[in-house]
């Protein structure tokens, strides 16, 4: 059974940083994509980050919706079965409830999320 859990939301003042963790159980995920989602009140779920599955390279792939490219970073340990996001300065409107996610084959699996509030 693959479980995912996120760790490392809170409340942070505008430019500050926090470490989101998602620790995922069940399998291994190295050949996997994994990332990070968000959804704010009142707003639909939307992507945030993702990495390539690296089974069988070295290159680490990335991407980043515009909204958050060149604050946010994630990055992932295989042999923590683990994917982190790092948030940098953090703006309010980043405010959301941060979920994790894992492609296994063709299905996505999902973790509970994380809140991250950003106050002005």
């Known amino acids: 059974q693959i479980q995912l859990v996120e760790s490392g939301g809170g409340l942070v003042q505008a430019g500050g940083s926090l470490t989101l963790s998602c620790a995922a159980s069940?399998?291994?995920?190295?050949?996997?994509?994994m990332g990070w989602y968000r959804q704010a009140p009142g707003k639909e779920r939307e992507f945030v980050a993702v990495?390539?599955?690296?089974?069988?390279?070295?290159?680490?792939?990335?991407y980043y919706a515009d909204s958050v490219k060149g604050r946010f970073t994630i990055s992932r340990d295989n042999a923590k079965n683990t994917v982190y996001l790092q948030l940098n300065s953090l703006k309010p409107e980043d405010t959301a409830i941060y979920f994790c996610y894992v492609k296994v084959v063709s299905s996505d699996y999902w973790g509970q999320g994380t809140q991250v509030t950003v106050s002005s």
């Open positions: 990495t390539r599955g690296t089974t069988g390279t070295s290159v680490f792939y990335a």
């Open positions: 069940g399998r291994t995920f190295s050949g996997s994509d």
